[in-house]
Nanobody, 115 residues
Framework: QVQLVESGGGLVQAGGSLRLSCAAS????????MGWYRQAPGKQRELVAT???????NYRDSVKGRFTISRDNAKNTVSLQMNSLKPEDTAVYYC?????????WGQGTQVTVSS
């Protein structure tokens, strides 16, 4: 089994910052892509940012310039630095990892941005 455990969510005022972290453990094969997704109430889960094992990144347009994804391949961790947060960033954020053995998800961490 593979476990992904997120941390770092919380309540912040608009314009503030949060840093999310995710650690993979268990039967880890080579991790290809890692990423962050989010799901707001009543909406579908959407991609926030992804990063390959080589460090190539991809962001949804609405977070470009505000969010930064990074990973530590040796520690099997991925982080998301979120700056200039907006109320529309409020959602449950999920960590994901793509491995040869399958795609895995964390349990999610709540991010709430107050106006």
């Amino acid at each position: 089994q593979v476990q992904l455990v997120e941390s770092g969510g919380g309540l912040v005022q608009a314009g503030g910052s949060l840093r999310l972290s995710c650690a993979a453990s268990g039967r880890i094969s080579s991790i290809n892509g890692m990423g962050w997704y989010r799901q707001a109430p009543g909406k579908q889960r959407e991609l926030v940012a992804t990063i390959t094992s080589g460090g190539s990144t991809n962001y949804r347009d609405s977070v470009k310039g505000r969010f930064t994804i990074s990973r530590d391949n040796a520690k099997n961790t991925v982080s998301l630095q979120m700056n200039s947060l907006k109320p529309e960033d409020t959602a449950v954020y999920y960590c994901s990892a793509i491995m040869v053995s399958g795609n895995f998800w964390g349990q999610g961490t709540q991010v709430t941005v107050s106006s």
